[in-house]
């Protein structure tokens, strides 16, 4: 099979194509040929060696996928050859083929093609989790996204308005920004053009109840003087590649609470419910990801330097099939 390889950790223009052996189904694992696949902005921190873990070189990057089953191994009686599935891991989904736990898998709901199912996964569950159970979200909330033509953000421009919430989306492009205004976005702010904090003034003049940051660096702050009294601050990374500084009086004075996202910290059944609540809305047309480019397999290295400098507007998607 083909697959991209990252030989060595580096810049993503180390990342080429290869002849790779076929994977072969181990016990309680399952083989899909993968049609689609997304990049995310990790998979770009995995390849340079930077992310919060590492994975040994060589590796195929990649985390999220979808395609159809070729092959299953022991002990698997939730599949057979010939479903649609998506499935989301650390590494591997860049390839004709990869191997993984059944457990990972869902099957692909009717109607929903495999570039949709392959650039839903992370990014809009990232945001819905964050969104329910992080920032607690309520109808009528005042909600702010910083990098809202990303793919995690321009997710939750989207999931966001769905749950009721009137939403500002703060982006570094108009392109961005007319993404983030057609899945919703009520107010728009381009960060390049004037004084965050007073543009921010200008669309809640009465304070955000939510501030969701998947980007860090000089945003942070003025967005967190945006929100009003009992305000949450959610931040989900750091895709600037800078950790901001926060001024403790501001928490202390307004009464704000900062909150870090991560997907373990979801009580059990608040995630059983977001994942079937997040599921419905994918399935009756409510949400969907935005796919911004698409790159064949070959011109994998390119679709992660797209990603890495921030040019990406929603998802990019590696198209094998």
Do not use: W
Not at 215 to 244: H, N, Y
Not at 304 to 318: E, M, N, Y
Request: proline fraction near 6%; aromatic fraction near 4%; charged fraction near 20%.
């Amino acid at each position: 099979m083909r697959a991209a390889v990252c030989p060595q950790y580096g810049p993503p223009e180390v990342v080429r194509v290869e002849e790779l052996p076929d994977p072969v189904a181990g016990s309680g694992q399952v083989v899909v040929a993968v049609a689609a696949a997304a990049v995310n902005y990790p998979d770009v921190l995995l390849v340079a060696g930077s992310y919060q873990v590492s994975v040994p070189v060589p590796f195929v990057p990649g985390s999220e996928f979808a395609g159809v089953v070729t092959d299953i191994g022991s002990g698997v009686t939730d599949f057979a050859v010939g479903d649609r599935v998506t499935g989301t891991g650390m590494v591997g989904a860049f390839a004709q083929r990869v191997a993984v736990d059944a457990p990972i898998l869902a099957r692909l709901p009717d109607g929903i093609d495999v570039r949709t199912a392959a650039a839903f996964g992370v990014a809009h569950r990232t945001a819905y989790h964050s969104l329910r159970s992080a920032a607690r979200l309520s109808e009528g909330d005042e909600l702010v996204v910083l990098g809202a033509g990303g793919g995690v953000g321009l997710a939750a421009v989207q999931l966001g308005a769905a749950l009721g919430a009137r939403v500002t989306a703060v982006a570094s492009s108009a392109e961005k920004l007319d993404a983030a205004a057609e899945h919703g976005a009520q107010n728009l702010v381009d960060h390049r053009v004037g004084d965050l904090r007073a543009a921010l003034r200008g669309c809640v003049p009465d304070g955000a109840d939510i501030v969701l940051d998947p980007v860090g660096g000089d945003l942070s702050e003025p967005a967190l003087r945006s929100l009003r009294r009992g305000g949450r601050f959610v931040t989900i990374g750091f895709a600037s590649g800078s950790i901001p500084r926060i001024p403790l009086n501001l928490v202390l004075i307004k009464g704000i609470h900062v909150l870090g996202f991560q997907f373990q910290d979801i009580p059990a059944d608040e995630f059983t419910r977001n994942d079937a609540e997040l599921r419905d809305l994918l399935v009756t047309g409510r949400a969907a990801p935005h796919i911004g480019a698409v790159y064949p397999l070959d011109d994998t290295a390119a679709a992660l330097r797209h990603v890495g400098d921030g040019r990406a507007v929603g998802k990019v998607v590696i198209d094998l099939s």
